[in-house]
């Protein structure tokens, strides 16, 4: 089939040239036009366009557009298209990692053009171009019909690692659910890894744990494979730093969890070590040790002693 | 090689098998010789005794035994072994799941008696006699390089899934810190796939989200393997408790954070929500409900009303 | 001064009495009558109004309101008051427990028809009336400083215990985290007093214990007061359930958490403590169980089992 | 009465000062000489004695020997006593912050030679000596009986601040957990200060804050009386480090909580969130770091850069 990928960074990019690799035709387009042409350049399935006027004239209705920017952007670059000349009956699909109940807004307002919208969750990283993609998308069947065959494209699994999870806003929210186990799955992993590395009469060495535990064991997984990966080429990990960032799937998890009323202690926890990983000097800390000082005077490290 | 099995269980029935699958001889006893025999029964390898004195009598010196027992039981083991005429030079492998700390007296007291003592994690379940295990081997070298060829037979990953992990306690100390992980992660799943399932506006399919997870995905991992098996035949869920048992490494895990002074709110959080699983009538919530009733006239739910 | 108290409640009730013991006259409004006019009854310097009009009618501009409904009427309660001519230089004091977003958006509406808005946190429950409320407001200074005989009149601690903390919106923000660390503290107390009930083989008398703490010791508070006191009435608590609720703040708090990247484990998990405690047959449980059983043959408890 | 007093710390010492303040004679000791006889040239009452054959020569049978020397050395000091001549029918009081199993282990061991113990959690730190102490104490009945008018001496509220709650063991037990909690709601506050500091757009005053929350509040509570009177002479706590170390009770309180199955996510985190407070370069981030980069190509802050 036909479809324009909008977006060509780390994942847009990767997702073209699978695309392009399944046979499938990829009108392409990035705000910096040289990397769609560098990666245009690869694949004679893929043709650059460098405005969205030239790809929406590229391409007969209906279209299905798919588009892998930041999520700060979604909006902009989807009233850019609207713009561009979009018709209805064309499709938009939000593959990267927005919340989902903007998605559900967005959906509202396209069909008042009688744009169709779905929302995809796109898990896999780097590494979907050459495994495939786990890919839950939420819209309307009819929607999602039209663009099947790129999805089995997309997929890993054989082409079988896509669903159609539910209406629109559903595949945000599964991919919104999944970035918080994995903010769980990383932290239960870390701990157990520094509490091996606090023993240090046993002097264990990380890298071998982590091979033996691959293969045959409770916590084989994929985070487990790259750990070890990790670990051989840099057994102390020391060119990294331990300050942990997050991309806002892990917050609106916790939000959600408040929202409906379920306890998610593992997965809040493992965001609120991240906040915590970042913090220098926290006020937190000063306020327990100014109520330990005040009633048991208690010796208490003075500020800047390390 | 020739090594002795003790515990026809679960675990050490299916490692007799593997052993002798593999090739090896194995003496095998456990408490109860109608499973004995009947296991003996399935391979010729596999060597059935009634008693320890016959499974000492059975082997040359220096014996290799692998005692796979529940681990309330080990030392009764141990010193049912001893009365049965273990020599000095022969090896004793406790390879079930003791704490590590049991296991260091136990090599401090069998030394004085020039016995061996190796302690080894093993992981892998029902499923390890198939896919091999994932052991964790503490010990001395010398000790250990005796059932190498064992170990090898055992191990998952084409025989490399074993690893001589460190001194005396180290194989226990991994193997529990592999638990917490474990627990860890089987928390994270169930609070994301608890959070799908509360959002009602969405009727998520729980087993088709564990099914597309399984490949591609970040949080691809046996674990989730298992839970898409569970849910193909039991979509509700609806023939299990949410009552969690536990069997200890988890809270040795929790101790060893106390003690080590590691911050392990994953591993610590997944434990306690066990522990939250079982009560009923919690006193703590009475608590809170007695002083929201003081302070705030807050009307509160009376006992018994549901 | 003279003041409108809007909400004849548990706590606007005590308000307008304590009010008008303080020689304020308070115009007073419920939308049930009948209770208005108890309450006027009481003393002289309540003057009962049967609706909005009314009460504007009986006031002199420049009016102050002080609203104290349930939050979810209090923009219904403002848009009647605004139907009912408030004229520009009134004042409407929020003094509920209102989001703090809220009453941003609510001042900056109101300001375009020259009303000023006060967001004041309250705190005390129905002690306040005879100790005193602990109040934080939030609002410009030429507003707060048109209530301050009322505040003083209010606030406990001999009348200092009020504060203007900020601008509009701060009053129901420090409000919020008061909240957020009242469930914290509640929390540990609960924890504490479990783990006492639990150590059977001391039969320790919660109640002694809850005295001996009262005074002296680090722990003393108003809360382990209430919790004295109600151990008195009933040691083993049994007229309470263990099911806790909750009334917003502690969500917000997390929320801010979550929004801030503060880390707060301990006041989110006081609240999803309260989410735990309304499960039944939770899905989580299920889901840990169904790997359990996955994995290792661990004997599940079948649902229904007590 | 007639007490000795062994340990003339900060506890020890103040706790002589109070019982000779009310009339009782203090044989008094510490390792320091010099330290006692400042402290008895305070009050006649206080009898300093350079060591502890001259403390049991000057006390008449049966002596009741109050020991407030850190948890590390309590058995040696039992020992010296033994040493020095103490009788059958002597009580020994361990008033310090041992373990509670401790504690009954020494009074097994003691029941050889018939002397008794006690075992008193004591809690108000250095305020104690004015407010009098929270004393929860452990020990048979006659063993208790012999102290109680010193009891009633050091105890807050008129004497009535203490509490003889169970069996030897129970007075550390209870203290333990009193501690615990104190761990919570130290860390509740915390956060909830840090939260009130990091919105930055309210420019919030904590000392403010904490002032009017004293009084009238749900959160009213010594800690906060504290935290207020060190808010107010260092507003930003700038002279603080947020380094914040535990002095054990905290822990034992989390193994306790293992050790019954009793979930106590509050205290537990208050704890852990100590520990994380001493980490610098964390393994735990950098294993979570070395998965982001391996999965996501995520950009991930090196090590050294701030």
């Known amino acids: 089939m036909q479809l324009a990928m909008v977006g060509m960074g780390r994942m847009g990019g990767n997702m073209a040239r699978r695309l392009a690799l399944g046979g499938h035709r990829v009108v ?9 042409k560098a990666i245009a350049a690869e694949h004679h399935e893929i043709h650059p366009v460098a405005d969205l006027a030239a790809l929406v004239a590229a391409m007969p209705a209906p279209r299905a557009i798919w588009i892998m920017v930041p999520h700060q952007v979604v909006d902009a670059t989807i009233a850019a298209l609207l713009d561009a000349g979009l018709e209805s009956g064309d499709l938009i699909i939000d593959g990267g990692n927005s919340n989902y109940r903007e998605g559900q807004h967005r959906a509202c307002k396209l069909a008042e053009s009688d744009i169709h919208f779905a929302d995809c969750g796109t898990s896999g990283g780097i590494w979907g171009l050459k495994n495939g993609y786990s890919l839950m998308i939420g819209g309307k069947s009819e929607a999602i019909e039209l663009i099947a065959p790129a999805l089995t494209t997309l997929a890993a699994n054989d082409g079988k690692g896509w669903a159609h999870v ?10 919104m659910v999944h970035n918080g186990i994995e903010y769980g799955m990383m932290q239960a992993f870390a701990e157990g890894f520094e509490l091996m590395q606090a023993k240090s009469e046993f002097a264990l060495d990380m890298h071998q744990i982590a091979r033996v535990w691959q293969k045959g064991s409770v916590v084989s997984s994929w985070l487990l494979d790259l750990t070890a990966d990790a ?20 917050r609106w998890t916790v939000n959600e969890s408040v929202d409906l009323g379920v306890p998610t202690p593992v997965l809040t926890l493992a965001l609120q070590m991240r906040f915590r990983s970042r913090q220098q000097d926290a006020y937190s800390g000063k306020i327990v040790n100014a109520m330990r000082a005040g009633f048991g005077g208690h010796a208490i490290k003075p500020a800047g002693k390390a």
Not at 28 to 36: G, L, S, Y
Not at 166 to 175: D, E, M, N, Q, Y
Not at 231 to 250: A, I, N, R, T, V
């Open 166 to 175: 539910g209406p629109v806003g559903s595949g945000h929210f599964v991919k």
């Open 28 to 36: 392409a387009f990035d705000v910096d036009f040289e990397t769609t």
């Open 231 to 250: 670990l051989e080429q840099d057994k102390g990990l020391s060119s990294l730093s331990d300050y942990m960032d997050d991309s806002g799937e892990g």
